[in-house]
């Protein structure tokens, strides 16, 4: 066994994001294509001394929103794993790059990198897949966090399928003061379609964004961006309109928002347009700081492992 692992997980965005009617068991079926970006947060889990139990610290940005106990998905991901051969008494150390609460799947990728320092902090070899199932069961994101790059997720979002995607796409990212609840979205959505009397069909990502990927075409792909729970997200925070409407003026490919939000994700054609589009949205006061990053970025990978004996 190894006495500590760093593992490096990525943020995501959302290509598209179609949203079913409600299930019973409180969950929609979802249709959608992610993409891993280049934010990252870095965990360390090192083994600690029998009886110790699970602590975890938390640096970086925005970090007062980030539970410690078991609330928090990475913790809950140790305990998980100690029935599969994993250990109970672990120091845990985070440092966040990937928004709090953002809707980019900050707490299920650090879920991710708690699986994979595990795995291999006690050499156990359970594969990609076997984590994923555990994985699932901690957050429907939590999978796709795992493997990376660009992928089609559906049922919950948790059953991944890589997409065939060429090209790099630069996004920007517009932070948010406060966070949104996943939860709390979703029901603004469900509110609305009922309000609407609107016909909940099956989820399906749209054939235009899959051929636009093939190609690596990022006009057409900026143009086909979509996601159902934008509506609920820019109920619930009107200024999210105004802000995607600015990263359309500054010629954004595409503005979306990310997941559930509040993180609006916008498509620049390249890296120096990238930077336009940042100072545009900056200048605008209406989020509170502005992030480039590149995708497809990698799922969960380990980036250290130590042996103090
Ligand atoms: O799976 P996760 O714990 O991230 O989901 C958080 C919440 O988001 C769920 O409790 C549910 O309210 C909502 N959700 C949903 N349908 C999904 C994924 C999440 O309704 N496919």
Same mark, same amino acid.
């Given at each position: 066994m190894l006495d500590s692992v760093t593992v490096r997980v990525s943020g995501k965005v959302n290509l598209a994001l179609s949203v079913g009617p409600l299930r019973e068991d409180g969950y929609h079926d979802v249709a959608t294509v992610f993409q891993a970006v280049s934010l990252y947060d870095d965990l360390t889990v090192t083994a600690a001394a029998p009886g110790s139990g699970i602590r975890l610290t938390v640096t970086g940005e925005g970090v007062g929103g980030v539970p410690t106990d078991s609330t928090n998905l990475a913790v809950r991901a140790v305990e998980m794993m100690a029935q599969h051969g994993g250990i109970s008494d672990a120091i845990l150390s985070l440092n966040k790059g990937i928004p709090v609460? #953002?809707?980019?799947a900050g707490g299920s990728a650090d879920a991710a990198g708690a699986l994979v320092a595990i795995d291999a902090l006690c050499e156990l070899n359970l594969g990609r897949e076997y984590l994923a199932e555990i994985g699932a069961e901690l957050g429907s994101d939590v999978p796709f966090c795992l493997y990376g790059g660009t992928a089609l997720g559906t049922d919950r979002g948790n059953n991944i399928t890589p997409a065939l995607v060429r090209g790099d796409y630069y996004w920007v990212l517009a932070l948010a003061d406060e966070g949104l609840s996943t939860p709390e979205v979703y029901g603004r959505v469900d509110y609305l379609r009922d309000l609407a009397s609107v016909e909940v069909g099956e989820p399906k990502v749209p054939d235009e964004l899959m051929s636009a990927l093939l190609a690596g075409d990022s006009e057409r792909v900026g143009k086909a961006l979509s996601n159902d729970l934008q509506m609920g997200a820019t109920f619930l925070r009107p200024s999210l309109s105004q802000l995607l409407a600015a990263g359309r003026e500054a010629g954004a490919l595409g503005s979306i928002v990310s997941g559930s939000g509040p993180t609006c994700a916008f498509l620049a054609r390249d890296n120096i347009q990238a930077l336009d589009i940042a100072v545009a949205l900056t200048s605008? #006061?209406?989020?509170?700081t502005v992030k480039r990053a590149t995708g497809p970025a990698f799922g969960a990978t380990v980036i250290d492992a130590r042996s103090i004996a």
């Open positions: 609460a #953002g809707g980019m605008t #006061g209406l989020c509170r």
